[in-house]
């Protein structure tokens, strides 16, 4: 059984502002991810079957191994198209705000969201929402915002409107932030939801392949080489930190997404728990850390690096040379080393 976590009257309230507007737009954060876009594309379709003009828009582009998804081609990249994004944002008449729980994660968006007259509604799975939406689902202990926008359907009543192409998004946004099932989901109702999922026909194995078993040849060679020449390990302090710059990039063939799930390799070494991934972007440096057991990436995120996240998956950004932030990032070490020496998996 799938227990009834959100409350009732919210869903009265999600329903009733689903029959009484059509211009509908959802949005979901930068560099949007598996769940992301899993759970945007689900509810995209849903409401789309529901006859309501939807759009769904994003900060900046995703990464080509989720293109595979039903519908990834109507995404509207906002970074390309600011002046249409603006116009639809000013003229959605009901946003959906998913997978994320600050404007700052929209980006250039956040402005024109938070200015929007539309009525909002925020569903999330990121620790301290901040709360300016007229609805709040906000659920940190669940594993992604795809499975609430499954249970939101399934406790509305609408599992039967649950086709086959919102299924394959779903499963995909569960999938991803669980690292396939392999990090925050021991909870059994992941398992039983995936049940209900397989019914609606969709290829697991498929899915999983489209994700992970997807590598262009050169991307599987810039991750030997990360691996190789651009890991430092600190294992008495049960840490690794993998780092690539612009001229690694550009050597490799680097394209966007390329490095998506680098950051996790360093975690099946015996011994580490906490992994980060240091990247110079155009023009700041992009962090992304990784942890298994109880230490806690956000909270290292947020101190250091402006950032924030999960318990077990965060990220956050600096403003310098990626020297500087690899030495900002062994000052954090530092800190917290005897958090890190007691650790456990
Ligand atoms: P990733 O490492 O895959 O980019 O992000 C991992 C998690 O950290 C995601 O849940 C994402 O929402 C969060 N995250 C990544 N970058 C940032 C950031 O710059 N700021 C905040 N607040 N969260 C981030
Ligand atoms: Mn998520």
Not at 99 to 119: E, H, L
Not at 156 to 174: F, S
Request: glycine content about 6%.
């Amino acid at each position: 059984t799938i227990t009834d976590i959100i409350p009732k009257e919210l869903i009265d309230e999600i329903r009733s502002f689903i029959n009484n507007y059509n211009k509908i737009l959802i949005t979901t954060h930068l560099s949007p991810d598996g769940d992301a876009l899993g759970a945007s594309l689900a509810l995209y379709h849903y409401l789309f079957r529901r006859g309501k003009d939807v759009k769904l828009i994003v900060p900046n582009s995703f990464p080509y191994f989720l293109k595979w998804m039903k519908g990834t081609e109507n995404v509207l990249v906002y970074e390309y198209n600011p002046e249409v994004g603006q116009h639809l944002i000013m003229n959605a008449e009901l946003i959906f705000c998913l997978d994320f729980n600050v404007p700052k994660r929209i980006g250039k968006m956040a402005s024109f969201v938070t200015a929007s007259n539309a009525k909002k509604i925020l569903i999330d799975h990121h620790p301290y929402p901040e709360n300016s939406c007229d609805v709040v689902i906000s659920y940190p202990e669940i594993s992604s915002t795809s499975e609430l926008i499954f249970r939101l359907l399934y406790q509305a009543g609408e599992y039967e409107y649950i086709d086959k192409d919102i299924a394959e998004c779903i499963y995909c946004g569960m999938m991803t932030d669980t690292g396939g099932f392999t990090y925050n989901s021991n909870d059994p109702e992941i398992f039983e939801i995936i049940s209900l999922l397989l019914r609606k026909q969709i290829d697991k194995d498929a899915i999983y392949s489209n994700v992970y078993h997807n590598y262009t040849e050169e991307r599987f060679r810039l991750l030997g080489f990360t691996l190789l020449k651009r890991m430092k390990i600190y294992i008495d302090i049960h840490s690794a930190l993998i780092y690539l710059s612009k001229e690694d990039q550009q050597r490799y063939k680097s394209k966007k997404g390329d490095t998506e799930g680098f950051v996790n390799y360093p975690l099946s070494i015996r011994g580490i728990v906490f992994s980060a991934f240091i990247y110079e972007d155009d023009n700041y440096i992009k962090l992304s850390f990784r942890s298994q057991g109880n230490f806690a990436c956000n909270e290292f995120a947020a101190e250091f690096f402006q950032g924030g996240g999960h318990l077990n998956a965060a990220g956050g950004e600096f403003y310098g040379t990626l020297e500087e932030a690899i030495v900002l990032f062994e000052t954090g070490l530092k800190k917290y080393e005897l958090k890190l020496k007691s650790a456990s998996r």
